[in-house]
């Protein structure tokens, strides 16, 4: 089946072609450069800049597929969760190509989409406990199948990303902060300072950041003006550090939870996966588990419409039509999405 996907959640503008080869195209437009100024996202300058890329990047995905608009056979786009207006432009698109071509359509849950992009250059592992590590989630979830999700622990606060891009924009580093840290943190010393890891207690399935936000403020109120490359580099290490044990504890916990023999994968989506300490962790954690661990593709890991396509072909193989009418959701529990 041949699908046609939209992502436009947060600040990438995204179409892609896939079927049942695989995906086809996959284009972005990123706004980074529009947002960098702000050390954030600017909702309404995303929507705005979401309205201007949409038709341009659609033409150019099809073109890159090889596709007429003839060809495609069903639509899918991001319903949410996300920034309301930015989804809006997205979903409107997509559902005005479904109508005029009489095209079946799918809203796409965003998480949804990121967990599936475990699944697109090799079937998944399943049953799997998948971390969903992004800007704007961090959470466990048991995947028994695709549309069929629970999730076990979430953040009580800020999300693992939006962590490292707030600390990112306190240590004057620049947007997105994920990937500037990583780079500063590999000339870091282990150990150097240490951080505090939130809700560290035995059994605790939920995320707590926003502790370690306050402590890398604290840090560099405490270092002055005057911070030496060195110091700056430790405080990024201690930072990456802090993240990704909060994540490993919380993935373990979530396994244990669960008991034994009903996981077989483990998984990585979003953002966040993209770091290679926490592949590395991940690859130690599903070894002393004997889970299956395939690291998700770099390029599916950010925010992408492949995931999105991909998601969408689930439910449309299953048979699933949303109808025209379908909302946009600025937030809604994976678990209550089908
Ligand atoms: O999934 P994503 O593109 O958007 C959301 O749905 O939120 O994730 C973006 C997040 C940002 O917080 C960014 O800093 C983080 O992913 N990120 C990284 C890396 N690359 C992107 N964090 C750590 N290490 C990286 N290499
Ligand atoms: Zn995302």
Redesign the pocket.
Known sequence: MRVLGIES??D?TAVACVDDGGVRSNLISSQVDLHRHFGGVVPELASRAHLSNILPVLSAALEEAGWTLDEVEAVAATAGPGLIGAVLMGLSCAKSVAWARRLPFVGVH?IEG?ILANDIERPMTLPALVLVV????TQTVWMEAPGRYRVLGKTRDD?A??T??KAAKLMGLGY????L??KLAAGGRAGAISLPVGLRRRGELDFSFSGLKTAVRLRLEAMGDEVSEADRADLARALQDAVIESLVLKTAAALDALGAGRVRGLYLA???A??AA?RDAFESLAAARRLVFTPPPPAY???NAAMIAWAGRHRLLAGQRDSLQLGAFARRPLSSWS
């Not at 997105?176 to 990937?179: A, I, L, R």
């Open positions: 959640s947060c990438e965003h990121h992004s800007g704007g989630h999300a990303g939006e490292l891009d997105p902060g994920g990937p840290i990583e979003g953002g966040v993209r770091n926490l890991c950010t925010d």
